[in-house]
């Protein structure tokens, strides 16, 4: 299957991947060429997966490879009292919790499957420690493939045993975390074990399927804003070639404009952003209840300001107050994210205060995982209950 | 709007709701007329709730309050592994951790919060420790409703967390927990609160939509057997009303037999069903790894009995050893369900070593919520990982 992977940085073109999954001359991050050709195809959801669904948009995948878990599809919700109370036309929620492993990394994790089965390495493997981990185990178990996950060797087996539930190699590795992302790549491309980490480029494709489902749930209309909850870069940068994709289609004639979120305590994109920094710098002394997005030098960093400076799009950052304030109110709408997916109702909160949007804007928030991936955070919220006896019941309800 | 609800046992007919929601006569549970003239409806799934895609089926509902969060279209995921490994034509796996608060409860919740606003009630309220709990608190935070949760007063503060980050009043109640059950309702009833406890007619209704979908996922073919992990019996009840609704609409000929699936210990369905009563007796001592399904006096439990006798189906217990088994091999094909969700596969087989199902049947499990409802559960399963130093990467990879 012909393939071309282009640098995002000096648009030089590779025929297949290379043993770092960046270009030779610049160490920016490939990308696959843009689709621009491709029809969403009519069928019955419950009949169908998502890449099957938007299978046009994945024209150098071999989808005989059958490894669903039922990922994407996920819900669109509008939330008519936050669009009243902040005055914005739309204010929606993309809840990536209902993932078959309760995140959007599922999306991701299912393309990268299926390119290394597809080459036909004879294994796969990820360095993360917490929802990529758990997405890729679970695809390399329901695959019957040799999986091996790279965790850092101080994770707490509270993190950890909702990933060796399923069953996968576990390795704690002593050393740089940075270091250890660049050389399992390389490692593993070498020796037969696609490693899908968090920048991959066929891991990225998977995340285009999130725009192609809010244009349909939108009656096949573009929203004006996207924020996404960024850390390494590859769930923004999917999404942003997705709706690029539905416009080269000739589906739709606007990009909405991309907001990458940040925590305060670490936020290299929205940092260098901020500065006007064409290069991120690395983020020292990160510290942030948002785990999830907790990445100091993000391998796409220089490639989400890139793109943020041509679609028109900004990075923003907001602090743990701010975030825990968003993760309740996101929760008194129906929607429990992890801290990290609650930056983006903080942020969205925080541009409006700066009258950054205008009243006519449709707004989608992108809820990147479940609220229970991580419930020490909960601690941080206040817990109100009362006691009774069972025999004041009746004052409770009459009150 | 009319409604009819009819007493499982005796007949009576009611044209509302009684203020116990169960026959005055005869003290068991009420259930809606049988629906025998439904399409289901086309439409993009993307762009419609489950209730708008199945809405003949609930001629009783006010469709227009629109509080959907997403609910429904989970994924039926076959497993071809298990099919081969247990010499069973089909093993489907109903996927319902990826509900919005990632339990089955969210169907039930939605049709009875729609109940009770179309009643005009001023509130809503639960008695649950569990998915329930969180499932309403939900639904009530988006239907900005006034919502009351009744919890155990010894509850852990782990538990009540998720549920409490909703914002719903959450009353720790003192003394007996099935007295609980029926003075909610009771109560609630009398002074404007619509109490959705387990099988609560208007929740019942909600699981239907299990039926339907699993029909269309199934290319509109019924299975030969649903295995539904059961509690309370409301999401059996509701399972296999859905199918024999297909049937009285003339859209299938056949309704598949329902095996109820209890934990060893706390069995007494499965335990009345072995000796052959017709009457439930109340479990001394109940003690299992499957808390979601721990309850010794379920109130629909001598209706699960009728309705298995009717139906040719059966039900079973297994142990806390075959539920890790089970919940392990789950994991192993990509799913991650709470213990209680693993006694499906757990009895499928037990069942299967008792030649039980033959070579050709289609056997759907339901997976009723996400494993990470219970991580402690975890504790159960041996951790297996290595350490090592970065250096020793390239030997872990070569191996």
Known sequence: MDIKLICTSCGEVYKEETNTFRCTKCDEPLELELVSNAKIKAGNMLEQSVLERYSEFYPFLNNKV????????????????????????????KNESQNPTWSFKDRGTITGVIRAMNLGFKGIGTVSTGNMAASVAAYGSKAKIDTIILVKEEIADEKLKPIAIYGSKLVKVIGDYGKLYLESIRLGYDNGFYFINSDSPFRVEGYKTIAYEIFEQLDYKTPDYVLVPTSAGGDIRGIEKGFRELKACGLTDKVPRFIATQATGCA?????????????????????????????????????????????????????????????????????????????????????????????????????????KFTSALDQHALNTITIDIASLADIIKK
Chains 1, 2 share one sequence.
């Not at 669903?68 to 902040?86: C, D, I, Q």
């Open 66 to 93: 059958d490894i669903s878990l039922g990922e994407g599809f996920t819900p669109l919700l509008e939330s008519r009292f936050l669009s009243k109370e902040l005055g914005i036309k739309g204010v929606y929620f």
């Open 268 to 372: 290299p994109i929205a940092t260098a952003f901020k500065n006007g920094k064409e290069e991120i710098e690395r983020f020292n002394n990160p510290r942030t209840i948002a785990h999830a997005i907790e990445n100091p030098y993000p391998p796409s960093g220089n490639q989400v300001l890139r793109m943020l400076k041509n679609n028109g799009g900004m990075a923003v950052d907001v602090d743990d107050d701010e975030i825990l304030n968003a993760q309740k109110l996101m929760a008194e709408e129906g929607i429990f994210g992890q801290p990290a997916s609650a930056t983006s109702l903080a942020a969205l909160i925080k541009l409006k205060e700066e009258n950054y949007f205008s009243d006519e804007d449709i707004v989608v928030n992108i809820v990147t995982a479940s609220g229970l």
